[in-house]
Protein backbone atom coordinates (compact mmCIF):
# COMPACT_ATOMS: atom_id res chain seq x y z
CA UNK A 1 0.00 0.00 0.00
CA UNK A 2 1.05 3.40 -0.74
CA UNK A 3 1.60 5.82 2.59
CA UNK A 4 3.32 8.75 3.70
CA UNK A 5 7.25 8.42 3.03
CA UNK A 6 9.55 6.49 6.02
CA UNK A 7 12.96 7.26 7.09
CA UNK A 8 15.12 6.39 4.12
CA UNK A 9 12.66 7.21 1.49
CA UNK A 10 12.43 11.28 2.98
CA UNK A 11 16.49 10.94 2.53
CA UNK A 12 16.04 10.15 -0.85
CA UNK A 13 14.00 12.92 -1.74
CA UNK A 14 15.88 15.28 -0.26
CA UNK A 15 19.08 14.45 -2.08
CA UNK A 16 16.80 14.43 -5.33
CA UNK A 17 15.36 18.30 -4.31
CA UNK A 18 18.84 18.99 -3.50
CA UNK A 19 20.12 17.87 -6.78
CA UNK A 20 17.09 19.86 -8.77
CA UNK A 21 17.62 23.06 -6.45
CA UNK A 22 20.55 23.64 -5.04
CA UNK A 23 21.50 23.97 -1.50
CA UNK A 24 21.23 28.08 -2.40
CA UNK A 25 17.99 28.39 -3.69
CA UNK A 26 16.23 25.69 -1.20
CA UNK A 27 17.56 28.50 1.70
CA UNK A 28 15.94 30.87 -0.10
CA UNK A 29 12.82 29.37 -1.38
CA UNK A 30 12.69 28.52 2.77
CA UNK A 31 13.19 31.95 3.31
CA UNK A 32 10.21 33.59 1.28
CA UNK A 33 8.13 30.42 2.61
CA UNK A 34 8.57 31.75 6.00
CA UNK A 35 7.82 35.84 5.07
CA UNK A 36 4.67 34.48 3.76
CA UNK A 37 3.57 32.48 6.53
CA UNK A 38 4.83 35.31 8.76
CA UNK A 39 2.72 38.03 6.53
CA UNK A 40 -0.01 35.41 6.42
CA UNK A 41 -0.55 35.57 10.13
CA UNK A 42 -0.22 39.04 10.72
CA UNK A 43 -2.98 39.98 8.21
CA UNK A 44 -5.53 37.29 10.35
CA UNK A 45 -4.30 39.14 13.36
CA UNK A 46 -4.67 42.42 11.28
CA UNK A 47 -8.27 41.55 10.25
CA UNK A 48 -9.93 40.58 14.31
CA UNK A 49 -8.52 43.88 15.14
CA UNK A 50 -10.34 45.97 12.56
CA UNK A 51 -13.22 43.87 12.86
CA UNK A 52 -12.86 45.14 16.75
CA UNK A 53 -12.67 48.72 16.04
CA UNK A 54 -15.22 48.83 14.14
CA UNK A 55 -18.06 48.78 16.13
CA UNK A 56 -16.61 50.79 18.64
CA UNK A 57 -15.94 53.55 15.56
CA UNK A 58 -20.01 53.22 14.89
CA UNK A 59 -21.18 53.61 18.39
CA UNK A 60 -18.63 57.53 18.53
CA UNK A 61 -20.17 58.52 15.77
Known amino acids: MLGLPRGSEWIVILVIVVLLFGPGRIGKIAGE ?27 KK
Request: aromatic share 4%.
Open 33 to 59: LGRSIKSFREGLSGGEEEKNEKPEEEE
